[in-house]
């Protein structure tokens, strides 16, 4: 091969480089996908109930029996501050830790649980720790503050 067949290809080379990198469109902050959130709280229409257990030590971990409840909230209003709480936390798959491993250990200190039941008869559980929330085999640490958040809403609904 010749010096300027070498040459002439370089430059096809670094042209179609170019011109792809053109024709891809920029990515910044506004026009950026969001993450795909591992869970996906659905809207309030679509939920029959919500089942809340609190057995005793939610939110702060220390035992009260005056504190052991069962909610079932059936009416919109009652169901979306519940809902509203969910969606308000960060379910980035890369923040979630894989507890399959831990399962049995994490279920030991479960302080409430959240069981929402759709109109279309799937249901969704999410188990609360003093400093986590677990749905399915993940877990995300969550703010103390905002499980009082959530102790206010359901108190305000018994």
Not at 85 to 102: N, T
């Amino acid at each position: 091969m010749s010096r300027t067949s070498l040459a002439v290809g370089i430059i096809f080379l670094v042209a179609a480089v170019f011109l792809t990198a053109l024709a891809r469109p920029a990515v910044n902050a506004q026009n950026q996908a969001k993450a795909d959130p591992a869970v996906v709280i659905p809207d309030a229409k679509k939920v029959a109930m919500i089942r809340f257990f609190a057995g005793g030590i939610f939110p702060d971990g220390l035992y009260d029996k005056r504190r052991v409840f069962e909610l079932k909230l059936s009416k919109e209003k009652q169901i979306k501050p519940v809902l509203g709480w969910l969606k308000g936390l960060d379910w980035d798959r890369s923040k979630a830790e894989d507890i399959k491993q831990l399962r049995i250990v994490a279920r030991l200190i479960i302080t409430a649980t959240i069981d929402i039941t759709k109109k279309d008869k799937t249901s969704q559980l999410f188990e609360i720790q003093p400093d986590h929330i677990i749905q399915g085999d993940n877990r995300w640490k969550i703010d103390r503050k905002k499980l009082k958040k959530l102790d206010a809403i359901v108190q305000g609904s018994r």
